[in-house]
């Protein structure tokens, strides 16, 4: 048996794919990945495309870090303090070592940090995973082949350039079904021509595209662009203040005692300050206030320049560019 399973994510590639496989005309399953941190207008995005198009309803899948957190929990209370670690750090980290629910923030309290460029275990953890062990391995268990539809076009990237159109996956040889991936929208070069996609079946674009968005992911992504990040500031004010309180939470779960959602080398000037306090030995002098983001945002907003990267990237990571899974 064969299953084509198309992967959602409310941006305009994902819409794009979604809708081709309607217009193919033959059963197959949509799925999505609930980060936790997406805006709401996505999850309507997606939950509407059914209706919309006739096509089936999304099913969600979610990453679960309950087990991870508690065996967390065990490692401070045991490890952490036979380490000689100190106890309020040890007594502020079990205070926040609960699940919230939220799969982010929760596989961000399990790691203790936040995702970052070159540790971007965000795209695996949270979508990659999910979909393939609550979807496409119990296929594979039944013998099936699985056919991933996945939005991803060449002319985004230059590694995005050298996909197949059409390939076989070896990653799950272990089971007795076979797994392939489908790249429809490879060849279609202009997003105009992918809006297109969507509006011959009365799909509108993902209202955040509207407010100069290029991508709509996470909400945001520690990939964002320095003008988004301004701009979901100025829009979206009540997103940057939960990551202030999700940097607040990540940070007592952190051995260390601080963890920042973006990457405090985007700013020269921060990581200017950065490195006086690692170079005196004054970590503690490290706050959230001076480095978390808040100030990021400031920054975001003034034409100070430096090093454009890794914030500041437009070049989706090797995970994104296999899956397409960070639209
Ligand atoms: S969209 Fe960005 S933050 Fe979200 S999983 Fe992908 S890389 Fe990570």
């Known amino acids: 048996m064969i299953d084509h399973v198309v992967s959602v994510s409310g941006g305009k590639d994902s819409t794009a794919t979604y809708c081709l496989a309607v217009e193919r005309g033959r059963p197959f399953r949509a799925v999505a990945a609930d980060t936790g941190n997406e805006h709401p207008a996505t999850y309507e995005a997606v939950n509407r495309l059914a209706e919309r198009t006739g096509g089936p309803i999304v099913e969600w899948v979610k990453a679960d870090f309950s087990d991870r957190i508690a065996g967390k929990r065990r490692y401070v209370d045991t490890v952490w303090r036979a380490q000689g670690v100190p106890v309020d750090i040890v007594e502020r980290a079990l205070g926040v070592l609960t699940p919230t629910g939220n799969p982010y923030l929760d596989l961000c309290l399990w790691k203790g940090r936040f995702p970052s460029r070159k540790g971007q275990f965000c795209t ?3 979508k990659v995973d999910p979909i ?3 979807v496409t391995r119990p296929l594979l268990a ?4 699985v056919i991933s539809w996945q939005g991803v076009r060449a002319a ?5 350039s050298l996909l197949p159109p059409f390939q076989r996956l070896a990653a799950h040889d272990d089971l007795p079904g076979r797994l392939y991936v489908y790249r429809p929208l490879l060849r279609v070069t202009s997003v105009a021509d992918v809006f297109a996609i969507a509006r011959r079946h009365g799909v509108p674009p993902n209202p955040l595209y509207t407010h100069g968005l290029k991508r709509v992911g996470c909400f945001p992504c520690i990939n964002c662009s320095k003008a988004e990040l301004a701009l979901v500031d100025s829009v979206f004010p009540e997103q940057i203040d939960r990551l202030e309180e999700w940097e607040r ?3 007592d779960a952190c051995k260390r005692g601080f963890s920042t959602f973006f990457n405090i080398v985007n700013d020269p000037v921060m990581e200017g300050r950065w490195l006086e306090l690692e170079r005196a030995g004054r970590p503690e002098e490290f706050s959230l206030a001076e480095f978390g983001v808040r100030e990021m945002v400031e920054w975001a907003k ?3 320049g430096g090093r454009q990267y890794p914030l ?5 990571s090797l995970a994104c560019n296999q899956w397409g899974a960070c639209e």
Do not use: I
């Open 249 to 251: 939470l990540v940070s």
């Open 312 to 316: 500041f990237t437009r070049e989706p």
């Open 156 to 160: 985004e990237s230059f590694e995005r």
């Open 142 to 145: 039944r013998s099936h082949r």
């Open 124 to 126: 695996q953890e949270l």
């Open 132 to 134: 393939d062990d609550q």
């Open 302 to 304: 003034t034409d100070r």
